[in-house]
C-alpha cells in the first residue's frame, strides 16, 4: 500500500485523483441540491480554485517550469477572490456599519 502512494506521489496522479475527487464531490452535492445549476455556479469558483491548486501541487512534484506553476498559482488566486466576493456579497446586508 505504501509503495502505491509512494508512487503516486512520485508521478503527482496524486494530484489527478484529487482533482476527480473534488470534482466528483461539486457535482454531487450540485445533483442532491433542490436547485443543481445554481448550487454548482455557487461552487464553481472554489472547484475552480482547488483544481488549479491541486494541478500545480502536481506538475510540481514532476518538476514543471516556474512560470507554468505561478499561471496556475495566479489562476488560483483569481478563483478565491471571485468566490470570496460572491460570499461577501449575500452577507453584505449585515457587515455595514450601524451608525444609528
Known amino acids: 500500500m505504501m509503495e502505491v502512494l509512494a ?3 512520485d508521478t503527482g496522479w ?3 485523483i484529487a482533482v476527480l475527487v473534488l ?3 461539486t457535482l454531487t452535492v ?9 448550487t454548482l455556479k455557487t461552487l464553481m469558483a ?6 488549479a491548486l491541486l494541478v500545480a501541487f ?14 496556475l498559482l495566479a489562476i488560483a488566486l483569481v478563483a478565491f477572490l471571485v468566490d ?8 453584505a446586508s449585515g457587515l455595514r456599519r450601524r451608525t444609528e
Open 30 to 38: 450540485s445533483q442532491r441540491s433542490h436547485l443543481p445549476w445554481k
Open 84 to 91: 470570496l466576493r460572491a460570499r461577501l456579497a449575500c452577507q
Open 14 to 16: 496524486i494530484s489527478a
Open 58 to 71: 502536481g506538475l510540481a512534484l514532476r518538476g514543471a517550469p516556474p512560470f507554468l506553476l505561478a499561471s
Open 7 to 9: 508512487t503516486l506521489f
Open 46 to 51: 472554489n472547484a475552480v480554485s482547488g483544481t
Open 23 to 25: 470534482w466528483a464531490v
